[in-house]
């Protein structure tokens, strides 16, 4: 299953043939800037196999996005992450460079989170967000997050979840 498409924007499953696309996305300081670091082609490669794992295992993960043309826009979906003990539903995002500030991320995090309520049944989604990173936090608040707390713990330091029920 996958979210259906939007205006701009569909999905598909990330294979082991998007290693070059994942690997620039994930190398891209600006794109990681605040993960710990950027990854290495094999940490992308890594990346491929826990999303394809995630599939498998739960029927979702984050989804490759890509304009109806099939231009490589980065990934966005749902994966089940650690806050202080209890697994949430989470959606996540990552946008090329090049394609930031257009509505991307938040076209496709809003269609998982539709996909979540619809699909999935979830009562409830976050997304976990370094605290300095304003504009995934605008994301969020766009698909209708506030936020709960801060989490201390994690990748990093001080993470910031927002969430919402469905």
């Given at each position: 299953?996958?979210?259906?498409?939007?205006?701009?924007?569909?999905?598909?499953?990330?294979?082991?043939?998007?290693?070059?696309?994942?690997?620039?996305?994930?190398?891209?300081?600006?794109?990681?800037?605040?993960?710990?670091?950027?990854?290495?082609?094999?940490?992308?490669?890594?990346?491929?196999?826990?999303?394809?794992?995630?599939?498998?295992?739960?029927?979702?993960?984050?989804?490759?996005?890509?304009?109806?043309?099939?231009?490589?826009?980065?990934?966005?979906?749902?994966?089940?992450?650690?806050?202080?003990?209890?697994?949430?539903?989470?959606?996540?995002?990552?946008?090329?460079?090049?394609?930031?500030?257009?509505?991307?991320?938040?076209?496709?995090?809003?269609?998982?989170?539709?996909?979540?309520?619809?699909?999935?049944?979830?009562?409830?989604?976050?997304?976990?967000?370094?605290?300095?990173?304003?504009?995934s936090e605008r994301v969020a608040r766009k698909i209708g997050m506030s936020r709960r707390k801060d989490d201390l713990g994690g990748?990093?330091?001080?993470?910031?979840?927002?969430?919402?029920?469905?």
């Amino acid at each position: 299953m996958l979210p259906g498409p939007t205006p701009r924007l569909r999905f598909r499953e990330m294979t082991h043939t998007d290693l070059d696309y994942m690997a620039n996305l994930l190398s891209d300081p600006r794109v990681m800037e605040f993960y710990p670091a950027p990854k290495s082609r094999d940490e992308a490669a890594e990346w491929i196999a826990w999303n394809r794992e995630n599939y498998n295992t739960y029927g979702f993960g984050l989804w490759i996005i890509e304009t109806h043309s099939g231009e490589f826009v980065g990934d966005c979906g749902l994966t089940w992450q650690d806050v202080n003990g209890t697994p949430e539903l989470e959606v996540g995002y990552h946008v090329r460079l090049a394609l930031q500030g257009q509505g991307f991320a938040t076209e496709a995090a809003a269609a998982c989170r539709d996909f979540a309520r619809e699909k999935l049944d979830a009562s409830d989604l976050v997304a976990i967000i370094n605290p300095d990173n304003a504009a995934s936090e605008r994301v969020a608040r766009k698909i209708g997050m506030s936020r709960r707390k801060d989490d201390l713990g994690g990748h990093v330091t001080v993470r910031t979840v927002l969430g919402m029920d469905l």
